[in-house]
């Protein structure tokens, strides 16, 4: 399941969503204040969020070229070890 929010324009575009609500395609929320900042419709509180962003904001990081490098010698060694 995956919850989104849209704007509808028109009548006659709201008229084909309450169709596909009675179709049991989609069902129509009425609220919505949603109080989640996660993706795939898993909720997150605000508080672990918070979290979330701190421990991003805190952790330590590496660059994309030291990245690349360490894995071009790894890539180097797996394939001496396959030959």
Do not use: C, H, P
């Not at 028109?10 to 609220?31: F, G, P």
């Not at 918070?50 to 990245?67: G, I, P, Q, R």
């Amino acid at each position: 399941m995956r919850t989104i929010t849209i704007e509808v324009k028109n009548n006659n575009a709201l008229k084909l969503l309450q169709d596909l609500e009675l179709n049991k395609v989609l069902r129509i929320v009425k609220d919505d204040a949603i109080d989640s900042y996660a993706l795939q419709g898993e909720e997150m509180s605000i508080i672990n969020f918070k979290k979330w962003v701190n421990n991003a904001e805190n952790d330590t990081f590496t660059s994309l070229t030291e990245a690349k490098s360490k894995w071009e010698l790894k890539k180097k060694q797996l394939q001496n070890l396959t030959k």
